[in-house]
């Protein structure tokens, strides 16, 4: 795994692949209102790894949702490459997931009957450009686990199959919801390498969010939220190899 390095994501003059503003999003929970974000402007970058970091009920699943148009916002604007995802059809919202978006969430939701290579041909059978399964599966470790059912593998190499089925399309951008969550520190740190080799060699918009401070250590970036708000943004001058990190 790579070494330590400065950061080379830092926001310049390069258009955001997502450019968010004012967003705002409420939840009615019967006769309360719940305010899961609070006016959120942010950008994220061709390429760039970003850690969204906050406490549990701080808005990052919220945001991530909306970046990946599984949720729009109450208010606000999110632009993905110039074109405003607030404002598209339910119909354009699942073309922009498809096509555009591979999404890595905390439990697997692997297919039981299907093997790991089988797992990842469910989707590039529906992508535009899709990379073939077993390269998608070498990318992330496991070329020599294409014909294993999910019963058959770790809680890690179950992970890295679905970070694999997410690749295998071709993704622009890749969003993580607490993808270490279910595992344990040894075997987090593998998916993370996976994560990183992914992110390095396709060049993909990457977005992670945890509670996890130590992963932060590893991003070109780290967003920190807290009640619905950004309450502050670092960049990381040197980075950490996932092996590195403090967990």
């Not at 906050?54 to 999110?78: E, F, R, Y």
């Not at 890690?156 to 969003?175: F, M, S, T, Y």
Request: hydrophobic letters at 40%; a negative charge.
């Amino acid at each position: 795994m790579s070494q330590d390095k400065q950061a080379t994501h830092e926001p310049r003059d390069e258009a955001a692949v997502f450019h968010v503003h004012g967003v705002t999003k409420v939840y009615q929970m019967g006769e309360v209102q719940v305010h899961a974000l609070r006016g959120v402007d942010l950008d994220l970058y061709r390429g760039e790894f970003t850690v969204l970091l906050g406490a549990s009920g701080s808005g990052k699943s919220t945001l991530l949702n909306i970046l990946g148009g599984l949720d729009t916002p109450t208010d606000g604007h999110v632009f993905y490459g110039g074109r405003d995802l607030t404002r598209a059809t339910e119909g354009e919202l699942t073309e922009y997931r498809r096509d555009h978006v591979g999404f890595v969430f905390q439990f697997y939701n692997l297919i039981p009957s299907l093997t790991a290579q089988e797992n990842v041909a469910v989707v590039t059978e529906i992508a535009k450009a899709p990379m073939q399964p077993a390269e998608a599966l070498q990318l992330v470790g496991l070329g020599e686990r294409l014909d294993h059912f999910p019963a058959q593998l770790s809680g890690g190499e179950q992970q890295r199959v679905a970070i694999a089925r997410a690749i295998a399309k071709n993704p622009d951008v890749l969003l993580c919801d607490e993808p270490t969550g279910a595992l344990d520190s040894k075997t987090g740190i593998v998916v993370l390498e996976a994560l990183q080799r992914v992110n390095q060699e396709l060049d993909t918009t990457t977005a992670v969010i945890t509670h996890n401070a130590g992963i932060a250590q590893m991003a070109d970036r780290v967003i920190y939220l807290a009640d619905g708000s950004i309450s502050d943004v670092r960049m990381n001058l040197t980075k950490l190899a996932p092996r590195e990190l403090s967990w």
